[in-house]
C-alpha cells in the first residue's frame, strides 16, 4: 500500500520533469500565428527575394514546411534576412525562432551558444572559385594568393588552417557582408574565392557575367553539414523541426510526392505510408501535432528531392548534382530516422 501511495507522487514528478524541459518559442508561435524563420540575405537556391520580396530556396522550403506542419499553413512565416555577422544574434535574443539559412553545424554552435542542431539538409564542404584565365586546377597552386571570404563565417577559419597546412601563405581579403564579398571578387580585387563550394555555384550563376570565365576547383577543404538551428530550452520545438526534416526525406525515400500525397493517403495499404501520413498511425500526437502534419509539409512544398531539384538541381541556374545529398539508399549521405 506504500508503493501505491507514492504513485501520484511519483507522477507529479514526472510531470514537473516534462515542464521544465518546455520552453517558450512553441507557445510565442502558436500565440502569434507565425514563425519567424532567419534565412540568409541573398544566395539564390537557398534563400533569395525576388523584386515582390517573395522568398524562394531550399532553407525557404523548409521553413515553409515547418509552417505547414505546426500552423496548417506554409505562408504563415516572416523572413527575417540576416547577415553572417548577425544570424547567431538574431537567434539567441528571439528575434527569429529558427534559423534556416545556409550554415553549418559544428559543436561549438550547438553545445556552447545556447543554440541546438535539428538535422542536416544540405551535405557540403567549402570549395574555392577561380578565374578560368588564371589556368589554376588545384587550391594548392593558390601559394601567396589574395582570397576573398566572409568574416564570421567558418570559411575564415578554414582558409586559414588550409593555408598553414600547406604552407601556402594564403592572404585573405576580408569582407563584413555576402555582397560586398561577392563584389570584390568579381571586379579583381582577390585572385579566388573560397566559401561553401554550393555558395560558389550560387554566386557563379547570380553574379558573374559569364559564368563559364569562372571554374570550381576540385577539392574541397572542410565538412559543411547545413541545417536548421534552434535556440536551447524547447525541445518540443526542436523535435517539431528535426522531424519535419526526416518526414521529408522519408517522404522521398517511400515514393510520397506533392502530386500524389492526396491519393496515397486516400488509397495506400503500405503500413510505412501509411504511418507517415497518418492513416494508420497517429504520429503526430508525439510531437504535440495531429496526425495530418507531415502530409501538410509535403503538400506545401513536396519531398526532398523536389525540395533539392526544383531549386538547386542540375537543370537550374545553381545546377548542382546530387552527390552526398542522395540518399543513403543511392549512395548518398541522406539518412533520416526512422518515423515510426
Not at 555577422?85 to 545556409?102: I, K, M, P, W, Y
Not at 578554414?158 to 600547406?166: G, I, K, M, V, Y
Not at 504511418?275 to 504535440?288: A, I, S, V, W, Y
Amino acid at each position: 500500500m506504500k508503493n501505491l501511495a507514492r504513485l501520484p507522487l511519483l507522477a507529479l514528478a514526472l510531470a514537473s520533469i516534462t515542464a521544465a524541459h518546455a520552453g517558450k518559442t512553441l507557445d510565442t508561435i502558436k500565440q502569434r500565428d507565425q514563425i519567424a524563420i532567419g534565412v540568409s540575405t541573398g544566395v539564390p537556391g537557398f534563400s533569395a527575394a525576388d523584386s515582390q520580396g517573395n522568398w524562394t530556396g531550399l532553407d525557404v522550403d523548409i521553413g515553409k514546411a515547418v509552417a505547414a506542419a505546426l500552423l496548417n499553413d506554409a505562408n504563415k512565416v516572416k523572413w527575417v534576412p540576416l547577415a553572417s555577422q548577425q544570424r547567431f544574434t538574431a537567434l539567441q535574443s528571439g528575434e527569429v525562432d529558427v534559423l534556416s539559412r545556409n550554415t553549418t553545424v559544428t559543436m561549438s554552435r550547438d553545445a556552447s551558444m545556447g543554440m541546438a542542431s535539428t538535422a542536416v539538409v544540405f551535405y557540403d564542404g567549402q570549395g574555392f572559385m577561380v578565374p578560368a584565365k588564371s589556368k589554376v586546377k588545384s587550391a594548392k597552386q593558390l601559394k601567396g594568393a589574395t582570397v576573398c571570404v566572409q568574416s564570421g563565417t567558418t570559411s575564415e577559419k578554414n582558409l586559414t588552417d588550409f593555408s598553414r597546412a600547406n604552407n601556402l601563405n594564403i592572404k585573405p581579403v576580408v569582407f563584413d557582408k555576402f555582397d560586398a564579398t561577392n563584389a570584390a571578387y568579381f571586379a579583381g580585387r582577390c585572385q579566388a574565392y573560397t566559401t561553401d563550394a554550393s555558395g560558389l555555384a550560387s554566386v557563379r550563376a547570380k553574379e558573374a557575367k559569364g559564368p563559364k570565365d569562372h571554374v570550381i576547383l576540385p577539392e574541397l577543404i572542410s565538412k559543411e553539414p547545413l541545417g536548421p538551428l534552434v535556440r536551447r530550452g524547447d525541445e518540443e520545438w526542436q523535435a517539431i523541426v528535426r522531424w519535419v526534416v526526416y518526414g521529408l526525406i522519408e517522404a522521398e525515400e517511400n515514393g510520397i510526392t506533392q502530386a500524389n500525397v492526396d491519393k496515397l493517403k486516400a488509397e495506400t495499404k503500405d503500413p510505412v505510408v501509411g504511418r507517415l501520413l497518418g492513416t494508420t498511425e497517429d504520429m503526430g500526437k508525439h510531437l504535440g501535432l495531429d496526425r495530418d502534419w507531415l502530409a501538410r509539409a509535403i503538400k506545401a512544398v513536396g519531398n526532398y528531392g523536389e525540395i533539392y531539384e526544383r531549386n538547386v538541381g542540375e537543370k537550374t541556374p545553381v545546377g548542382l548534382p546530387r552527390g552526398k545529398n542522395q540518399l543513403w539508399s543511392q549512395g548518398g549521405l541522406l539518412y533520416a530516422l526512422p518515423v515510426r
